[in-house]
């Protein structure tokens, strides 16, 4: 049995698999809160112990040995690593080895421990003759080991650790065939960040992480409505964004209204500067 674990700000979420002839069978899936039910979430008081209880509380509920696990797949927030596509000159693979390790550090922040890196050869550019275009991914060891030992804690054993949107577009196209022309655009709304995802065939592969997240749309209707953040939170899975989106409010003494700037007009200014960039 393979399983896929996502640890999350305000949810861990899991799906388990088993290898077919066919391909995979999934055999379940689940999520838990980390933070306590029916207590509003605060994204600064969840630490590594909430993480940890809610991913062993996660498998006792669905009743999943760790022991039984095969293989364990997990992913890295994009905010914690640097995924970039670069041209590069074509070279023997342990220059080229050489070479990423530099431009890692360029587009990385440090931490104080070493880069761990990976890449791969996405194929000829096709601009120049004697270039290649990389696909390079990149995190701070101390990410990467922070990550690993939160796994041990939990009971299971690290496997593959993937980043976030590369994953997300991973399983896109596996499940899809990619357009011949044109791109695909993916948006992953997080608890507080959400990540956005741009590739297609033969076109640059673009991902960025925006700070803005359920968290903040759930904050601001209970602001505006006065009422508690478990309520606007269980409004928010009602009505879906029509809770949070209003119109232009007025004053009756004023005969032109005032828009009001909220968090999805937030999110829909920051997706079309990322995509007028891209």
């Not at 101390?142 to 939990?154: N, Q, S």
């Not at 828009?259 to 500067?273: C, H, I, M, P, Q």
Request: proline share 4%; with cysteine.
């Amino acid at each position: 049995m393979y399983l896929g674990l996502d640890i999350g700000r305000q949810y861990v979420k899991m799906v388990s698999t088993e290898k077919t002839k066919d391909g995979f069978k999934v055999l379940d899936a689940g999520s838990r809160l980390v933070p306590e039910p029916n207590t509003a979430f605060d994204p600064e008081k969840i630490d590594r112990h909430h993480w940890v209880m809610a991913v062993k509380e996660l498998l006792r509920q669905q009743g999943l040995n760790p022991k039984r696990v095969k293989g364990l797949v997990t992913g890295i927030n994009g905010s914690a690593a640097s995924i970039k596509q670069i041209t590069t000159m074509e070279m023997p693979s342990d220059e080229l080895e050489s070479a990423m390790t530099f431009e890692a550090r360029k587009h990385i922040p440090m931490d104080g421990t070493d880069a761990v890196i990976d890449y791969q050869i996405l194929g000829s550019n096709q601009q120049a003759v004697d270039k290649i275009d990389v696909g390079l991914v990149a995190c701070t060891k101390g990410v990467l080991t922070h990550h690993m030992d939160l796994i041990k804690e939990c009971g299971l054993k690290p496997g593959v650790v993937d980043v976030n949107p590369i994953a997300m577009s991973n399983a896109f196209s596996f499940i899809k065939d990619l357009p011949e022309d044109g791109l695909v655009i993916m948006l992953d709304i997080g608890a507080v960040s959400s990540s956005l995802v741009v590739y297609g065939k033969g076109q640059q592969f673009f991902t960025r992480d925006l700070p803005i997240g359920g968290h903040h749309f759930v904050k601001e209707l209970s602001e505006k409505k006065e009422i508690s953040y478990i309520e606007a939170q269980d409004l928010l899975y009602k009505e879906g964004l029509s809770a949070s989106v209003s119109n232009a409010t007025s004053d009756p003494a004023e005969p032109v209204g005032i828009a009001e700037r909220t968090v999805f007009d937030n999110l829909v200014e920051d997706l079309r500067r990322s995509l007028r960039f891209y």
